[in-house]
Each structure stands twice: as C-alpha cells, then as structure tokens.
C-alpha cells in the first residue's frame, strides 16, 4: 500500500510563492507517475502539473511560466515550485501518485494554498 503525504502550503500574499512537497512511501521501486491537482469551494478538482519517472512535464496553462514540478526519484518525493502567485491560485492542493502506468492510483490528503493580501 502506497502512502501520500503532501506538505508546504499555506498563506502567501499575491505575487509571493510557495513549495509543495509530495512524499511517497510503500513503493519498492520507482514511481512510474507524480502529479499536482487543485481543488477550490465549489468547483472540480483540476490537473496543476504531472512528471513521471523518466521527467517528462505536464503543466495547466494558468500555471505555465509560474510554476515548476521537479522530483527525486531515489527518494520518490515531487515537488512544486509556485512563484508568481494569484488570489485564483488559492485552493485544496492535492498529489496523485501512480506507481505503475496502468496500476492504481493513490491520492494524499491535501495541502491548502491561499494566495490572499
């Protein structure tokens, strides 16, 4: 059984930025695929940013030249720079880990990001 952890949000004026950490523990190997989805009161949770194993990147394009999604493999940690930050960047941040390409997915518990003066 995988184990998500996500860490790093919190409040940050507009403009500031913030580090999100996803940590993934129960795994034996590498992890195939690590992503960053948002959810904001009222509305569908959204892909932010993706990276698999080999560090191929998928970003939204409200984020694209704002934000950066990186991992360590030998640790199976992502993380996700976000710089620039918006009062519409404010939301429940959630990581999705995908151990194999066509195996389950497992989701943490959340990190609330608020982007507000």
């Known amino acids: 059984q995988v184990q998500v952890v996500e860490s790093g949000g919190g409040l940050v004026q507009p403009g500031g930025s913030l580090r999100l950490s996803c940590a993934a523990s129960?795994?034996?190997?590498?992890?195939?695929?690590m992503g960053w989805y948002r959810q904001a009161p009222g509305k569908q949770r959204d892909m932010v940013a993706t990276?698999?194993?080999?560090?191929?990147?998928n970003y939204a394009d409200s984020v694209k030249g704002r934000f950066t999604i990186s991992r360590d493999n030998a640790k199976n940690i992502a993380y996700l720079q976000m710089n620039l930050l918006k009062p519409e960047d404010t939301a429940v941040y959630y990581c999705d880990v995908r151990p194999t390409p066509m195996g389950s997915t497992y989701w943490g518990q959340g990190t609330q990001v608020t982007v507000s003066s």
């Open positions: 990276i698999t194993s080999g560090g191929t990147t």
């Open positions: 129960g795994s034996s190997f590498r992890i195939y695929f």
